[in-house]
């Protein structure tokens, strides 16, 4: 399996335990990644979640001002190949112009381009936590589980209850990227060079 680099994750995920995967976390600046291999790119979410607008008027937090984490994450699949991962109704895609996915799977918007909507849930999270994936590559990405699985855990509270009222997952176990769920990342980033 080739080479990946994993930007702006956590030393204490998934990713480091990968003998074939150089990570990028806050310490080594993932917005200087200059390549050659192709990226898993998990930039930032809180300035472009649902709870942005929120944020911005509780405590001025603007919209979007990640110091250019995202568009960073964005310039390198677009150059190096690769996946980007955000929560699902990120205020980033619009924001850049990426098409929204449909909830069926990948969808083609380019020649080398797809986008789709994965539960985390599916692949071992506690939470549901929808995410969307920006893929690059020269062929279509393997398909991603598409169980639905329903977390037992909610992130956040507050707001983000249901119905069910599910407990609420400790705040260091909300970010990290489930064994598989990384497993899969990283699978798709190291064939999205490969002809085909």
């Not at 899969?184 to 999205?192: G, R």
Request: with cysteine; glycine share 10%; proline share 6%.
């Amino acid at each position: 399996m080739g080479k990946i680099a994993a930007l702006y994750v956590d030393t204490k995920g998934p990713y480091s335990e990968m003998t074939n995967v150089d990570c990028w976390d806050e310490s080594k600046d993932a917005r200087l990644y200059n390549g050659p291999n192709p990226v898993i790119a998990h930039p930032p979410c809180g300035r472009w979640g649902k709870m942005a607008p929120v944020n911005l008027k509780r405590w001025g937090a603007k919209i979007g001002d990640d110091n250019g984490c995202f568009d960073a994450a964005l310039k390198s699949v677009r150059k190096y190949g690769g996946v980007l991962e955000h929560p699902a109704q990120t205020i980033a895609w619009k924001t850049f112009g990426l098409t929204k996915p449909n909830k069926e799977g990948w969808l083609k918007v380019s020649e080398t381009e797809w986008v789709g909507e994965v539960w985390q849930s599916d692949y071992g999270h506690k939470a549901t936590k929808k995410t969307w994936l920006y893929f690059v590559g020269n062929k279509k990405p393997l398909d991603f589980i598409m169980t639905k699985t329903k977390g037992t855990y909610q992130v956040g509270g507050g707001v983000h209850r249901n119905n069910n009222k599910l407990p609420r997952l400790p705040q260091k176990e909300t970010h990290l990227t489930p064994i598989n769920f990384a497993k899969y990342l990283v699978k798709i980033a190291t064939e999205s060079k490969q002809n085909g």
